[in-house]
Structures are given as C-alpha cells and as structure tokens.
Nanobody
Framework: QVQLVESGGGSVYAGGSLRLSCASA????????MGWFRQAPGKEREKVAL????????YYADSVKGRFTISLHNAKNMVNLQMNNLKPEDAGIYYC??????????????????????WGPGTQITVSS
C-alpha cells in the first residue's frame, strides 16, 4: 500500500518562506515522478512543481518560478519544496503526488494531475499580506 505524508505547512506573512516535505512509503516503481499540486479555495487544483527520478529539468508553474525549488531524495523516497518570497496567492492546500510514466523526464513534467494515482492528504499553507 502506497502512503504519502506531507509536512511543513503552516502560516506565514508575505515574503516569508516555508519548506514542504513529502515522504512516500510502499512505492518502489521506477522511474518515478514526484511533485506538488495545490488548490486554493474555489479554484481547481493546479500543478506547482514536478521532478523526475533523475532530478533533471524539473517543472515549475510560471507563477512560482524563481521562488520555489523542488528537490528529490531518492534514497529516502522524499520530495521537498522550498518556497521563498511567498505571496498571498500561494495560499491553499498543497498535495504531494507520485507515479511512474513511460517516456522519461518530459513525460513526468508534462503530465497532469489526472495521471497520478497516489496522493498525500494535503497540507495547508496560509500567507497573510
């Protein structure tokens, strides 16, 4: 049974930083694609950052480029998201996801949420102005 657990959520003021971590257990398929999605109140869930098993060429949503950094620790089956210079529009529930896709890095970073089978329960981020 695959389990994902997010941690590191919380409340910050605009301009602050948070670091999210996601630990996965029970998932051993390779190559794997892991990443983060978020959902703000009243909005659809959106892709924030994805990273392929090899760690090359991660994907970032345009709204977070230059502020967020995704990293993958394969040995620990963990994916992290360092979020700097947070803005109120970054608030929402952040979800970790993992799966494997044929096609390599480009398939991983180009995929959508509907293709991920495994999800964490989510962690809340609040950013006050």
């Amino acid at each position: 049974q695959v389990q994902l657990v997010e941690s590191g959520g919380g409340s910050v003021y605009a301009g602050g930083s948070l670091r999210l971590s996601c630990a996965s257990a029970g998932y051993s398929d390779l190559p794997k694609c892991m990443g983060w999605f978020r959902q703000a109140p009243g909005k659809e869930r959106e892709k924030v950052a994805l990273i392929y098993y090899g760690g090359d060429y991660p994907y970032y949503a345009d709204s977070v480029k230059g502020r967020f950094t995704i990293s993958l620790h394969n040995a620990k089956n963990m994916v992290n998201l360092q979020m700097n210079n947070l803005k109120p529009e970054d608030a929402g529930i952040y979800y970790c996801a993992v799966d494997s896709f044929v096609g390599g890095s480009s398939t991983c970073t180009g995929t959508t949420e509907t293709n991920f089978r495994y999800w964490g329960p989510g962690t809340q981020i609040t950013v006050s102005s």
